[in-house]
């Protein structure tokens, strides 16, 4: 079965407002998680990372949260623009091998507006 | 900065033809992937490939797949006999370990007829 989902298929915000993506999973022996940012037409691409032993990263004007606890990580983008607008994935290493193959959840489309 | 790149853009093909799918991960990268996404549906993981042979694959990867790496620079995902199935968007990856972020091309879309 799937692991990784999302709570929201759309979000909607207003440009310079703060916005939230939801992720939640159900493998608690997980201890890797990515966000990636899928443009229309393009490929994902890598946002941000997090393992288990954090509870917060920051990047440029992205922040992961990861609460073990309940089993669920956020993407925080600060003062959104809209080129951040796209489709975002959570994703986690599939039990594997020698490969980390990706498990990703279905996508949440958040849209900005101005 | 190095690019995963693909081709071609847009492929149509009949249905039970045989396409390759090309792709040229970044240079010095050893761990490669192909992904695909179904119209609307999220990503979904096909196979892994590291040191000349697969290392991982998913159910969606059956005997009508494969991939090869046939020479220094590109890596290619065959499909002998396609279905209509098969339509949907093919994303190739590489990375530099097997830990690293997984850099992903712009993609193929297949279309089967």
């Known amino acids: 079965g799937e692991s990784v989902g999302l709570h929201l298929p759309t979000l909607s915000v207003q440009e310079g407002d703060n916005s939230i993506i939801n992720c939640a999973y159900s493998n608690s022996a997980s201890d890797y998680f990515i966000w990636y940012k899928q443009e229309s037409g393009k490929g994902p691409q890598f946002i941000i990372d997090?393992?288990?032993?954090?509870d917060k990263r920051q990047g440029q004007r992205v922040t992961v949260l990861l609460n073990k606890t309940v089993k669920h990580l956020s993407l925080q983008i600060a003062a959104t623009q809209p080129g951040d607008s796209a489709v975002y994935f959570c994703a986690e290493p599939l039990p594997q091998g020698s490969g980390y193959a990706l498990n990703f959840g279905k996508g949440t489309s958040l849209l900005v507006t101005p | 900065e190095p690019e995963v790149t693909q081709t071609p853009s847009h492929q149509v093909t009949q249905m039970g033809q045989e396409v390759i799918l090309r792709c040229v991960p970044i240079s010095n990268h050893l761990y490669f992937y192909w992904y695909r996404q179904i119209l609307g549906q999220k990503v979904e993981f096909l196979v892994s490939f590291y040191n000349n042979e697969i290392s991982e694959k998913s159910e969606i990867f059956d005997d009508q797949f494969s991939v090869e790496r046939p020479d220094g620079s590109n890596f290619t995902l065959k499909i002998r006999s396609t279905k209509l199935e098969d339509s949907a968007m093919y994303f190739c990856?590489?990375?530099?370990?097997?830990?690293?972020?997984?850099?992903f091309g712009p993609g193929t879309r297949l279309t089967v007829t």
């Open positions: 990856a590489s990375s530099a370990s097997s830990a690293d972020e997984q850099y």
């Open positions: 997090i393992r288990s032993n954090m």
